[in-house]
C-alpha cells in the first residue's frame, strides 16, 4: 500500500503538478509551492500511518536515510540563525522556497527512497508532461493565451512568463531536466513507431527551449551534443538515432526561425537562443550541417557492412 501511495505522488508531481495555477501567474509561486507542501504532507503522514499500523520502523533507522536527516537538521540550524527566521521559514520575502519547502523535499525524498519503486512509465509521464508545457510555452511566447495565465501580466513583461511551470528561468530548469530524459528515451527504444513518438515530443521540447529565450539552456544543449556522442559511439543504431535527433533541432531551429521572420515578431524583449539562430540564413546553414551528419552516419553503415562493427567501437 505504501508504495502505492508513493507511486500515486510520483505521477501526480511529474503528470499533473506542472499544469496546476490559481490565479494566472500572480500567484503562482505560493500555489505550487502550497501544492506541493500539501501534496507531500499528506503522502508522508499516510506512509508514516501506514508503518505504525504495520509496526514496521526498521526503515526510519537505514543508513541510507542518514544524509537526508543531516540535511533536515542543517536547514533547521540556517533557518534559526537566520536574520528573520519566519521569512526564511516560509520564504515569502522571495519566492516562496523557504526551509518549509526544503523539507518538503527531504520527506518526499525519504518516501521514495523507502517505499518507492523505479517504474518505466515515470519517464513517459515526465516527458508527455514536459512536451504539453512546451507546447504552451510556445503559445505564450507567440502572445497566444489559450489557459488566459497572462491576463495581469505586462505587455512588455511577458516574455519572461511562459508555460505553467514559472518564469522563463524556472522553465529552463523544467527543461533541463525533461530534454535528456527524452533524447535518452528515443536513443534507447527499440520500437521504430515509439521512436517517432518521442522524436514528436522532442519537437516541441526543442521549440520550448528556444522560446524560453535563457542562455542556461546552452549547458544542456552541450550535454546533449557533445558528451552524450561518446556514449553512443560504440553502437550503430545509437549514434544513427542521435543523428536524427540533431536534425530535429536543426529543423526546430530553422522552423522558429522563419516563423519569427515571417510574423515579424518583435524581438526588442527576447534574448538566448531565440536572438542568436534570429538570422534565417544562420538556421538554415544549422539544419543543413545537421543533415549532413545524419547522412554521413547513414553512409558509414554501407561502408562498414563487410567489416566486423567492432572496429567501429
Partial sequence: MRERIVNMYVLFILGIYPFLMNNGFIDISKTKSDIFLIATGCTFAICVLL??????????????NWLIYMLIVTIGISTLLSFQP????TGEAGRYQGALVCWAYCLAALCILNFGKMKNHYIDVMILAGTIVSFIAILNFY???????LYRIKVDQRHAYISTIGNINIFAAYLSVVVPAAVTKAIMEKDRWKKYVWYVCLIFLFGGMIASSCDS????LGTLFVFLPFGCLHDYEKRKKLSEILV??????FTSSFVNKLLVYPLEYVDGMNR???????????FVICVVVDCVVSLTRYKLCRVDKTTWK
Fill in 51 to 64: 508503518s505504525f499500523l504495520k509496526k514496521d520502523w526498521r526503515w526510519i533507522c537505514q543508513k541510507k
Fill in 276 to 286: 542568436h539562430f534570429a538570422d534565417t540564413n544562420l538556421a538554415c546553414g544549422i
Fill in 248 to 253: 530535429v533541432f536543426g529543423a526546430t531551429i
Fill in 143 to 149: 502572445e497566444v493565451d489559450i489557459l488566459g495565465t
Fill in 217 to 220: 539552456v546552452y549547458i544542456t
Fill in 86 to 89: 519566519e521569512y526564511a521559514l
